[in-house]
């Protein structure tokens, strides 16, 4: 191994210390609490090193939400493939979603709700959100309906989805009633 390849490997491994630490640090105490200084204290790197992986909070958010998109994606195409016909498929993946955006609130939040500097529905929107995009639309648009883009079922949906896992977040939908909720809106939604 050259020496160019294993500086290479190092900076990798450093590049994904320093996700993994603004990761957890988001998930313990919320993204306000991820700093350039204390992200440098706690993998134990200057400041300096921070920089010449990121530029700063906003390219680091860009990352977890690109990771994020990532295990979403495999998360929603396993919770889809487990299941057996299209309903069940349906429910299933807004299910996947909504325990995605529960047990990962901060990553949820570097996916969707914060600046990471990604472009969404663009040419240029990086390959892991399109991914994430495509794990949804593989089941639903299978229920779009007649004349209906799949595209464009699946963006309404999402935004369903979204709502949901903001408001009961945020505590604005009674936690009872959440299974009641998926099942209307796969019932009334989805094309079944």
Known sequence: MSVHERKERERASRERLIIA???????????????????????????????????????????????????????????????????????????????????????????????GGLAFAEEATPEPLKDAFAALVETLGEVAGEGVQAGLFTEVFWAALHGLATLTRAGRLPAPDAERRVELLVSRLAAL
């Open 21 to 115: 630490t603004a990761r957890e640090l988001a998930e313990e105490q919320g993204w306000d609490a991820v700093t350039t200084r204390r992200l440098a204290e706690r993998i134990e790197y200057s400041q300096p090193v921070l920089y010449s992986h990121f530029r700063g909070k906003r390219e680091i958010i860009g990352a977890v939400a690109l990771e994020g998109a990532t295990e979403m994606a495999a998360a929603l195409r396993a919770a889809a493939s487990a299941a057996g016909e299209r309903s069940a498929r349906v429910t299933a993946l807004a299910r996947g979603y909504l325990a995605f955006a529960a047990r990962n609130p901060a990553v949820y939040d570097a996916m969707f709700q914060l600046d």
